[in-house]
């Protein structure tokens, strides 16, 4: 019998987001997404088995707070309910991320509790199942399963699947932090505040499907320049749709805006690189490979970035120990 599984995921970046869900109680987005998994941001989880009857969770060497325990513990009811697991567990999680800026853990951390699992489970779990399960959690974790350059679509109960893997993929990205920047509001009530209140949602989620079919062609086509451009506007009308919601969800600081400035003042002067940001004020920079040194020199420059790192594509979720 198992007794002790390690898995890793990788966080990743969409080029076309996910903001909103059609059912929340099993994380049904709203909209389509792509993504692409960097080898920068991973998650490495070891799940044991234990005695008795509570399930325990470290986060980065420390115990789980109260809604991360209660939020992790779910999940775990999630796989007993569907009988794909039976007793209790430990889980211990370890970001691997530059700072910790919280920056797309969820999707990482999901992603590779899932993985650990699939260890534990009771059959042979394939990776759209471990996709759908891993989405239950966070939405964005489905996309960490594939991992490489990922496509979650909507539906009925979507998995996501991988469109390109990571050494074919001719980019990167260039995580940019910048300081002051804690977080407000989660994704979660996020969304549902967007929902609620935004007068842009409805326009939001029209738009994120026609960015969505538009970004699957580009990148058939492997036309930079068009995935450049949707990713940047596709962030942009998630953005507006945020920004317009009641209280408004602005994410960024000044030094988000200045980077935003300072991208078009680089493709004005032929350094191609395109900027998206999460539910943060983080900015994400998508360059050819060739060039992600010069794009990270550059953002370095900024007032008020306080760390630059190169991120290169990642592979999917794997089991890297099991006994
Ligand atoms: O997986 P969640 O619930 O953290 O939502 C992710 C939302 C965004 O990061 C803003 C967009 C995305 O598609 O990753």
Not at 124 to 140: D, F, I, P, Q
């Amino acid at each position: 019998m198992t007794s002790r599984v390690t898995a890793r995921a990788y966080a990743n970046i969409a080029l076309c987001k996910y903001w909103g869900k059609l059912k929340a109680e099993i994380n049904l987005p709203a909209t389509p997404s792509i993504s692409l998994a960097l080898d920068v941001l991973h998650t490495d989880t070891t799940v044991l088995r234990i005695d008795g009857n509570v399930d325990q969770f470290q986060i980065d060497n420390k115990p789980a707070d109260e809604s991360t325990h209660k939020r992790l513990a779910g999940f775990l009811d999630l796989w007993r309910d569907k009988n794909l697991i039976e007793g209790c567990f430990s889980i211990e999680s370890e970001n691997h991320f530059p700072t910790a800026s919280g920056l797309a853990s969820s999707a990482s951390g999901f992603a590779a509790l899932a993985m650990a699992l699939s260890g534990f489970a009771k059959r042979k779990l394939n990776k759209m199942e471990l996709s759908r399960l891993a989405r239950e959690g966070s939405g964005s974790a489905a996309r960490s399963i594939p991992g490489g350059l990922a496509k979650l679509p909507v539906g009925s109960d979507p998995a996501a699947i991988q469109i390109l893997p990571a050494g074919e993929i001719p980019w990167g990205m260039v995580v940019a932090i910048v300081e002051g920047a804690e977080k407000k509001i989660g994704s979660r009530e996020g969304m549902r505040l967007s929902d609620q209140s935004s007068p842009y949602y409805k326009n939001w989620l029209s738009q994120a499907k026609q960015d969505y079919s538009s970004m699957l062609a580009a990148i058939k086509q492997m036309d930079f320049k068009r995935i450049g451009v949707i990713c940047e506007a596709n962030a942009l009308a998630m953005h507006a749709c945020m920004i317009a919601t009641r209280p408004s969800l602005l994410y960024w600081t000044k030094t988000t805006v200045d980077i935003i400035h300072a991208v078009s003042a680089w493709r004005d002067s032929g350094l191609e690189t395109f900027f998206t940001i999460d539910a943060g004020s983080h900015v994400l920079l998508l360059c050819k490979t060739d060039d992600l040194e010069k794009v990270v020199e550059e953002v370095k420059s900024i007032k008020g970035v306080v760390l630059a790192k190169v991120g290169s594509p990642a592979d999917g979720a794997q089991i890297i120990e099991m006994s």
